[in-house]
């Protein structure tokens, strides 16, 4: 018997080389991680400080509803509006440049929005941040994309979502500490070392990606970008406006939102003539590419509109201190970390279709859940409905991603990073502004009968949030109108409250229609095959 053995060095081994390539992969993912940590951690920083801005000077900046609203939604304006630029600039120049560039600028903007003296200066400099991370985050998706090849790049994207995550968790934990020790202008300067540390590390470690040789010769679409960005600023300030006037027929309102919607339209009608589209809108003609877009900006306008709501819920309404709300926000992070990296078994074995409508229908039901909450609800309640939309939002955001990654071309990686960032930031400045603007509507219609007689300075105040009305209402009791006082302040609590509620079924009405357009719209099993 001569049966021939196969030899030792036919059997498949890992070789020192491959073993050297995924360590350094690693480490490059490590290092891009460290940036996604940096610009994700910072919006949930700002949240959990929001009503510490709303306290007057020397304890915030005074800032009302509506300056609120812009401070976040200054930043993913700007973000939305530079990103399809950015990511085109990284497939033509590589995607090194811009991502050091936007590490550095970021960690500038951060330094001089602790020092903001207005809520105006606040606004601006977080239109800088914005900026900044419209450099980095596209950048981050297509070095992961060219550095990871297949099944490495999927569980990487998941490792990315996860991070999303742990910034989500960390965010409002660092924040609340900071405030409870230091002043508003730490939860920005906290990043400067960061950033040093980060961008120290992304020159000796980040290669240098982009497309193939066709790439360079792309030309940056221009009238394209500034379109979708003025189309954007108008209808997020419309929105804004028409939340600040309680009235959405006024010219101040209707004027820009009906502008900015033309300049959308304008710019779908510019994108499909042009030879070079910064967003080539063929591609929704794709039933999974539109699916996935749209499941992606719902998340993100559930995620950061209700984000806004929590924060003054939990601290003018339940009256935690910053500390306190930051891990009461702790089972929605946690969520994300422990459902997202395992999502991809899911979609393996049931589909992208299955995974997203299920994700989006136990994420309206986590919204409905906190429609039922009030101030007398036990807290493990509140944070129950709050882990359930979490655990929605993990099971759509990495198909979601990975749909939109794998539906454009390989040399186009940038130009995919920036549509998959562009629809979460128009998502989260529409969050921000839409469900803000029916927050502040409602409650000021709650309001209004309780602050009357105040006089226009308290009156207007009282108006601007909650934790306006709240000052007022301390301000009535060293007055001495102490059963005024009363009466102010609980019909802020109770106002909010039920402001709130329209607030949280508004959220669910948005994400239950998409995900029945997503069912019906998105492959099934055989198609993602």
Same mark, same amino acid.
């Given at each position: ?44 920083? *700002? ?47 590589? &995607?090194?440049?811009?991502?050091? !560039? ?9 330094? $001089?929005?602790?020092? !903001? ?52 968790? +960390? ?7 900071? $405030? ?72 101040? %309102? ?11 339209? %304008? ?62 926000? +702790? ?24 995974? /997203? ?39 759509? &955001? ?17 130009? %995919? ?17 839409? *469900?803000?603007?029916?927050?502040? !509507? ?43 006082? &009363? ?5 802020? &609590? ?17 994400? *239950? ?5 997503? /069912? ?10």
């Amino acid at each position: 018997m001569s049966a021939s053995v196969p030899a030792a060095p036919d059997l498949p081994q890992r070789t020192s080389e491959e073993t050297g390539r995924e360590s350094r992969h690693t480490l490059v993912l490590a290092v891009v991680l460290s940036a996604v940590l940096l610009v994700s951690m910072d919006n949930s920083i *700002l949240n959990v400080a929001l009503k510490t801005l709303a306290e007057p000077a020397p304890v915030g900046l005074g800032a009302d509803h509506g300056q609120l609203q812009w401070a976040v939604d200054s930043y993913t304006l700007t973000y939305a509006a530079l990103l399809l630029g950015s990511g085109l600039l990284g497939d033509r120049v590589g &995607h090194r440049r811009p991502l050091l !560039a936007g590490i550095a600028l970021f960690g500038v903007a951060s330094a $001089l929005s602790a020092w !903001a003296m207005t809520p105006e200066q606040l606004i601006a400099l977080r239109a800088l941040m914005g900026a900044a991370g419209a450099l980095i985050m596209p950048a981050t998706l297509a070095v992961v994309s060219a550095v990871f090849p297949g099944e490495r790049r999927t569980r990487a994207l998941g490792v990315w979502t996860a991070v999303v995550g742990v910034a989500v968790a +960390l965010g409002p934990i660092i924040g609340g500490a900071l $405030l409870e020790r230091f002043w508003w202008g730490s939860v920005f300067l906290v990043n400067v070392p960061v950033v040093l540390v980060t961008l120290v590390a992304m020159f000796f470690v980040v290669p240098d990606t982009r497309g193939p040789a066709a790439a360079p010769a792309r030309r940056t679409d221009l009238p394209g970008i500034a379109l979708s960005g003025l189309g954007l600023l108008g209808v997020v300030y419309g929105v804004i406006r028409a939340g600040e006037l309680n009235d959405w027929t006024d010219r101040d %309102a209707v004027l820009p939102l009906a502008a900015g919607l033309a300049l959308l339209v %304008a710019f779908v009608l510019w994108e499909r003539r042009v030879p070079r589209p910064a967003l080539d809108v063929r591609y929704f003609r794709e039933r999974g590419f539109a699916a996935a877009a749209t499941s992606l900006g719902v998340l993100y306008f559930t995620l950061v509109g209700g984000t806004f709501v929590i924060t003054f819920y939990l601290q003018s309404v339940r009256g935690y201190g910053p500390l306190a709300t930051g891990v009461c926000v +702790l089972p929605l992070a946690a969520s994300l970390i422990i459902f997202a990296p395992r999502v991809q078994r899911l979609v393996t074995r049931f589909g992208v279709r299955a995974v /997203c409508t299920g994700g989006l229908a136990v994420m309206a039901a986590g919204l409905l859940g906190l429609a039922t909450v009030d101030r007398s609800t036990p807290v493990w309640v509140f944070e129950a409905y709050l882990f359930v939309f979490g655990a929605g939002t993990a099971h759509v &955001h990495p198909p979601s991603t990975g749909a939109i990654v794998a539906a454009l071309p390989a040399a186009e990686s940038g130009a %995919a990073s920036a549509v998959n960032n562009t629809f979460r930031q128009v998502g989260a400045s529409l969050g921000a502004a839409v *469900l803000g603007s029916v927050l502040n !509507a409602a409650y000021r219609s709650r309001i209004g009968p309780a602050v009357d007689g105040l006089g226009p300075e308290r009156e207007g105040r009282a108006n601007g949030s909650v934790a306006g009305t709240l000052q007022v209402a301390r301000d009535l009791a060293a007055d001495g109108r102490g059963a005024r006082a &009363h009466l102010v302040a609980r019909a802020a &609590h109770d106002g909010f409250a039920q402001a709130m509620r329209i607030t949280w079924v508004t959220a669910a009405a948005v994400v *239950l229609v998409t995900t029945v357009v997503v /069912c019906a719209v998105l492959p099934g099993p055989a198609d993602d095959a």
